[in-house]
């Protein structure tokens, strides 16, 4: 049994007698409810706060470009489904003409190696920002998932210029290619 | 060898340090939580290697669940009165003031604005065991544009944060954000789980 002893606990017997009434509390019943409540407490709370991304959109009421990007330095991702990402450089059109839509995923050697290799080919501008300007597409199969892999993407190969803009049917017929 | 003799005697501890930090703890849990809210509906938010923390006040949140249902939320119950009336305004429409007492204590809401009105009037146990609907937000109907924008209006300092599921389709977000476009907000929170940022890229 728990005892609050005072005088050095433990010892005293039922026959030694006691000069003052020290206290002699069970706490048993009050320590077994502490941690009780203990208990509950930690598995109810939630410590984590969650964690938010921030996402800027392009201004869709701003109709002048403030600088047109060289077709050269775009690298458009298109996000398609079953966690699918194609992509190319330049303009629909000429990859159409070329046939050089690349298929690849979100894994450590897909779409983040592709993204860190055309940085280095495509070179950096006077002020050493990087040339290259990512261009997202999502297709309206692919998962909410994905843009969030792909934006995680941009962060983690410090990619700074980066626009999420809607799909375009060419590129949706460039992907045809992959279907059979 | 030889039995060692125990000799029995009531084994008597000294609690008090136990119960001391027992209690400490017990104060300090009791201090620190915080009360999920009763969500609507769960959503499993995909990882990412951001840090940035989601602001606890001033939050408009927008939830995305898995089939696409969204779900509508602001802090504040003020606020929430204060934005149920002015989208009732605009869509000529009444509410009690008992109405108005419900709406002020929903976390997050997923019905039209026709079921609204019956769906406030239950009590809180019914109301949890509907099936809601979502808030309609494609072309053809867009009332999660009025209630951003009375959100807004209901408090001018609120953030727009998304809760998307991570196996909700894209054409929902692309409703969403498209429907945020739409009133010039172009800066917004995703809200992520924590992923480990990859050591070596």
Redesign the interface.
């Known amino acids: 049994m728990a005892e609050m002893a005072e005088d050095g606990g433990g010892h005293d017997k039922k026959g030694k007698k006691k000069k003052k009434g020290s206290p002699r509390v069970d706490m048993t019943p009050m320590v077994d409810l502490a941690f009780l409540l203990i208990t509950f407490f930690m598995l109810t709370t939630t410590m984590n706060k969650p964690q938010s991304m921030e996402l800027n959109m392009p201004d869709k009421t701003e109709d002048k470009e403030q600088q047109p990007t060289k077709a050269s330095h775009s690298l458009t991702v298109l996000l398609g489904k079953n966690d699918v990402v194609y992509w190319y450089v330049g303009t629909p059109d000429e990859t159409k003409k070329n046939d050089a839509l690349e298929k690849t995923d979100f894994s450590k050697d897909g779409i983040r190696k592709t993204i860190l290799q055309q940085t280095s080919n495509m070179g950096v501008n006077e002020k050493g920002i990087p040339n290259i300007v990512v261009v997202i597409k999502a297709m309206d199969e692919s998962k909410y998932k994905n843009m969030v892999d792909i934006l995680d993407e941009m962060h983690i190969t410090n990619s700074k210029r980066y626009a999420i803009v809607p799909i375009e049917t060419v590129d949706i017929e460039l992907t045809k290619k992959f279907d059979i | 060898m030889p039995k060692v003799k125990i000799k029995r005697?009531?084994?008597?501890?000294?609690?008090?340090a136990?119960?001391d930090v027992?209690?400490l703890?017990?104060t300090f849990?009791?201090l620190?939580?915080?009360?999920?809210p009763n969500e609507a509906i769960t959503v499993d938010?995909?990882?990412?290697?951001?840090?940035?923390?989601?602001p606890?006040t001033d939050i408009m949140l927008i939830q995305?669940s898995k089939e696409g249902r969204v779900f509508f939320g602001i802090d504040g119950q003020y606020n929430r009165v204060a934005m149920l009336e002015k989208v009732a305004g605009e869509k000529g429409l009444q509410f009690t003031d008992r109405q108005k007492k419900a709406f002020s204590l929903m976390d997050s809401f997923g019905v039209p604005l026709s079921g609204l009105n019956s769906y406030l009037n239950m009590e809180p146990a019914e109301r949890a065991k509907v099936e809601q609907t979502g808030i309609p937000c494609d072309s053809l109907t867009n009332e999660l544009q009025s209630w951003v924008l009375q959100g807004r209006y209901s408090n001018p300092k609120i953030r727009i944060?998304i809760?998307?599921?991570?196996?909700?389709?894209?054409?929902?977000?692309?409703n969403v954000?498209n429907t945020l476009?739409?009133q010039?907000i172009?800066?917004?929170?995703?809200?992520?789980?924590?992923?480990a940022?990859?050591k070596e890229?």
Not at chain 2, 9 to 16: A, E
Not at chain 2, 186 to 195: A, C, K
């Open positions: 005697k009531g084994v008597s501890l000294d609690m008090t136990m119960c027992g209690f703890l017990l849990f009791i620190t939580t915080k009360f999920k938010t995909p990882t990412s290697i951001s840090q940035t923390k989601l606890e995305v944060a809760k998307g599921d991570k196996g909700a389709d894209y054409k929902v977000i692309k954000i476009q739409d010039n172009n800066r917004f929170n995703l809200v992520t789980g924590l992923e940022k990859p890229i």
